[in-house]
């Protein structure tokens, strides 16, 4: 009997030892196949979230996402990201009124130096905190603003 | 008292080829992936280098019938050439070893398998994964390296921290650079630290949608990359992972001669040891041979073996399979073994049917980074410049 059982266990130690090389060969295969489950995919947080809106002012297109919860449970913070981008460069100083929400009223006032990173966020209501993070993104410029859920 | 031979390649140069022949096999495939790459003098010193270090070191674990002696050499020079390696790298493509934050909008941080244990409640909950990492595609993907997770936690379970990780060679180089360690005795109650961490870091994690392990306490921040310090709380940051390096990496291992990083703060190695459960490699005590000596559990660097773990036959599951308490027996009393065999038979088989995809995880891993850091070593000697 006790011989019986160990053949399912050594051919276990057999699988355990295919594991191993099947799952670096196939590393782009299994990861492909992982990557179109539902949960694979990076947190709004991070990403930046959905895209609202996107509209032209002047030359510059404005692309607003939607806010995203900062926290998992009852906080009220919430992140949104704004991106700047224009064709060719950016200019040198990206002075801009945001209306985050559509509302018709401007939420917050941002002043970027685009050579020096340098970021003014100024709130125009109070649901508006600061500014988390400014920074060039490839050929864009990126924020992320810190807001309290309405 | 000499070790009496219990492996039938132990001391059999004929028989320690033979089973090496396969090892030499995966080793090229693995570390050329087909035809090596000898077009030029580095490369081929490079390659060279790298396949007759990683032969002489399988062959020597078959022949000697010690496994943790050679397993660490290997697995030490797997955390240097990574370290070196991937800061080399990221100061090429980055400037420094500092990440900006334009790389983490852009999503752009190397998925870390550490990272795993700080994702799974989040992704439970939210449907998503909360780290700013590419999904697919790019260095260290979140995809590519969850399913190098998965495939080592079956095949191997916790041994990946001994044979595959490339931080844990940090403290386990360290771990040995005193003859005989000042602290003597550690309270193994230690060992379950990590789960603690593990329990708190993922709770944490999920809340705040950070993953915090990384963001606080990581130490091999160190040696790979962290954030650049623009703010008090970032500052704040870099001094407790610097102090943890210090303190857990380099001043307890040496003091104490165990892997303290390893065995009290990573988070995957907890994780790990849950999978120990389900792989088919364990290590057993055959407690007829043994005489109480307790040489295993002074050996043992995870704080795994106790007297009362000695009675029970079996190391915790905390257990790494790194094979110190094994070379450490007089007696041959301990061995790795293949859950649901006897215990007291067939040592050789079990050791072989584990030191086959052991072994392989290191030469993955440390085949292609030790080929990039020879020759950038080099290219140091030829130019005096690293980052040429
Ligand atoms: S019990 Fe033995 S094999 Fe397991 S971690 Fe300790 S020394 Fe290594």
């Not at chain 2, 240097?80 to 752009?108: D, H, P, W």
Request: overall charge positive.
């Amino acid at each position: 009997m006790k011989k019986l059982l160990a053949i399912p266990a050594y051919l276990w130690a057999v699988v355990c030892l295919l594991i191993i090389p099947v799952t670096f060969i196939r590393n782009d295969t299994f990861a492909e196949q992982l990557a179109t489950l539902s949960f694979m995919k990076v947190h709004p947080v991070y990403s930046g979230g959905e895209l609202n809106r996107k509209y032209q002012q002047d030359s510059l297109t404005i692309s607003v996402n939607k806010p995203v919860s900062a926290t998992l449970l009852g906080s009220r913070k919430q992140q949104l990201q704004v991106t700047f981008s224009q064709k060719g460069h950016l200019p040198g100083i990206i002075d801009q009124t945001i209306d985050y929400d559509f509302d018709a009223n401007p939420d917050f006032k941002v002043t970027i130096n685009t050579a020096s990173g340098e970021t003014q966020l100024t709130p125009l209501v109070s649901d508006v905190r600061s500014c988390l993070a400014s920074s060039k993104v490839k050929e864009d410029w990126v924020i992320r603003v810190n807001l309290d859920k309405k | 008292m000499k070790k009496p031979r219990v492996y039938a390649t132990e001391g059999s140069i004929w028989k320690s080829i033979l089973l090496t022949f396969p090892m030499i096999l995966l080793i090229l495939l693995f570390t050329a992936g087909g035809p090596p790459d000898l077009s030029t003098p580095e490369k081929s010193i490079a390659f060279l280098t790298t396949f007759f270090f990683l032969i002489t070191l399988f062959f020597l674990i078959l022949y000697t019938g010690k496994t943790d002696r050679y397993r660490a050499i290997g697995f030490v020079t797997l955390a240097l050439f990574f370290a070196l390696t991937f800061i080399v790298n990221l100061i090429k493509a980055r400037g420094s070893m500092t990440f900006s934050q334009e790389n983490l909008l852009a999503c752009e941080i190397p998925f870390c398998h550490i990272v795993t244990t700080m994702i799974i409640i989040p992704a439970v909950i939210t449907n998503s994964i909360i780290f700013p990492g590419s999904i697919i595609g790019g260095f260290a993907s979140i995809a590519s390296m969850l399913v190098i997770v998965i495939g080592v936690s079956l095949a191997l379970g916790r041994g990946f921290c001994s044979w595959g990780c490339f931080y844990g060679g940090w403290d386990d180089g360290t771990s040995r650079l005193a003859h005989k360690p000042r602290i003597k005795k550690v309270n193994p109650v230690f060992r379950w630290f990590s789960f603690a961490v593990l329990l708190v870091i993922a709770l944490i994690s999920a809340m705040t949608l950070n993953p915090a392990y990384c963001d606080w306490l990581c130490p091999f921040k160190t040696v790979t990359e962290f954030e650049k310090v623009t703010s008090f709380s970032i500052l704040m940051k870099t001094i407790v992972f610097l102090s943890l390096f210090v303190a857990l990496v380099i001043i307890l291992p040496v003091l104490t001669g165990k892997r303290f990083q390893c065995t009290t703060l990573c988070p995957m190695g907890a994780l790990l040891s849950l999978t120990n459960k389900i792989n088919a490699f364990d290590v057993r005590i055959n407690k007829e041979n043994c005489s109480s000596c307790e040489k295993c559990v002074k050996a043992c660097p995870t704080l795994s073996l106790t007297a009362e773990d000695m009675t029970a036959g079996r190391p915790s599951i905390t257990c790494m399979k790194c094979g110190k308490c094994i070379d450490a027996c007089t007696k041959s009393a301990i061995h790795y073994h293949i859950k649901g065999t006897p215990n007291n038979k067939n040592y050789s088989w079990a050791r072989n049917l584990f030191l086959y995809p052991a072994f392989l995880l290191l030469v993955v891993f440390l085949g292609g980074t030790m080929q990039s850091g020879i020759i950038l070593l080099i290219n140091l000697i030829k130019t005096g410049n690293l980052i040429y």
